[in-house]
């Protein structure tokens, strides 16, 4: 079956602009995870859902920073007045429903803040 | 919080040989710990995880060994091949809170 998507592939923004990103999981998968990953760095995780609440928040790097989902499937990670710092790959992982359950990562979304 | 450290960050072997990759964490919470595998320009893949029950883990020539009174998880990859060349990263999540802590990565290239 279709496995998680991402969109866009690439996106290029200026400074100070809003950016918005979006997952598609796995169909029937309740958990979804959004992680970042800099230039040669590890992950670090953002967010996770479970159907469409996130009980943590506490991973994302500012109040810039938001994410929601609906339906429990689609979720889209918004990024308000775009920094530099702010360039990286995004990445959307989703699995069945525990956090032992396999996780499956999307291609990303590669964003480059000028 | 959790944190996730992994050594070596580089490792360049002969094709053949093994390699090693450790990963030691900090909360005796963490309870499963799975093993990715990047090739570049590429998503991250599940190779192999292990279950905080389970001490050894093993799937042709890929292992995972666990040891929980030292908080340390290594990937034991053997009779490398140039296809096994990619960035591997080691990750720890805590009981049922579906939060993962990612290593920083091991880049590994076997030369042929």
């Known amino acids: 079956g279709a496995g998680v998507s991402q969109s866009p592939s690439n996106k290029v923004t200026e400074k100070g602009k809003d950016v918005e990103l979006r997952c598609d999981p796995i169909s029937g998968h309740t958990a979804l995870y959004w992680y970042r990953q800099s230039l040669g760095q590890g992950l670090e995780f953002l967010i996770y859902?479970?159907?469409?609440?996130?009980?943590?928040k506490s991973g994302l790097p500012s109040d810039r920073f938001s994410a929601e989902r609906t339906g429990g499937s689609v979720s889209t990670l918004t990024i308000q007045r775009t920094q530099q710092e702010d360039s990286a790959v995004y990445l959307c992982?989703?699995?069945?429903?525990?956090?032992?359950?396999?996780?499956?990562f999307g291609p990303g979304t590669r964003l480059t803040v000028l | 919080g959790e944190n996730v450290e992994q050594h070596p960050s580089t490792l360049s072997v002969q094709e053949g040989d093994s390699a090693v990759i450790k990963c030691t964490y900090s909360d005796s919470a963490s309870n499963y710990f799975p093993w990715y595998k990047q090739e570049l320009g590429k998503r991250p893949q599940l190779i192999i995880d292990i279950r905080s029950n389970v001490g050894e883990k093993k799937d042709q020539r890929i292992a995972v060994t666990l040891n929980k009174t030292a908080k340390h998880f290594s990937l034991h990859i053997t009779e490398t091949q140039p296809e096994d060349s990619a960035v591997y990263f080691c990750?720890?999540?805590?009981?049922?809170?579906?939060?993962?802590?990612f290593g920083s990565g091991t880049k590994l290239n076997v030369k042929p």
């Open positions: 859902f479970q159907g469409n609440s996130a009980p943590d």
């Open positions: 992982a989703s699995s069945l429903s525990h956090s032992t359950d396999t996780q499956y």
């Open positions: 990750a720890a999540s805590i009981g049922n809170f579906n939060k993962f802590y």
